[in-house]
């Protein structure tokens, strides 16, 4: 089974999501791996999720988390790239040979940002509050040059138009199991189906 662009699908914390995303052809499956954080999946979960799934590429996802900190909990998990949305981690993680993605709010991402970061990061993960016509046609202008998945607050009527243009996919988020092997699949899998590649 494919998607018709690549998609990461954010802060995983359960085995539903984790099968459902893999069966349907998600490229990327982020988990967040900050201790204090809601959704936080401790190492042995994580390896237990994983163990259930094959094909994604796994993400590690930090928010408010010390470039120091991350590094010592990234060597916990059997992670590929490391979401991150503090950009002077960049330099260093690129350093250290980390994969890199930078999620970042459309208002701050320029184009003099794209080209001076853009040799550190796997991808700019751009969130767009709303597909308003003007701050969509500049970053997807941006597209053209820079590895960028789009995500944010977009309509399932607008995921065909995203495809269209020249991103490198989108980022959708994952949710909560109403119950242990219970989840009631809403938007999540609205968008995953609407990208399916037919047969």
Known sequence: MGLKTKVLVNQINNLSDARYCAGMGADYLGFNLEPKSDHYLDPEKFKELISW???PEFVGEFHNTPVNEIINISSLYSIDHIQITDIQYIKELKKLNFSTILEISSEYFTEQLAQEYHEGVF??????PALNSSEYSRISALAEQY??????EFQLNQVNQIVKDPFNGIAIQGGEEIKPGFREFDEMADILEMLEIED
């Open 53 to 55: 799934v094959s094909g």
């Open 123 to 128: 991808y700019f993960l751009v969130k767009l």
């Open 147 to 152: 590895p960028i998945l789009l995500g944010g």
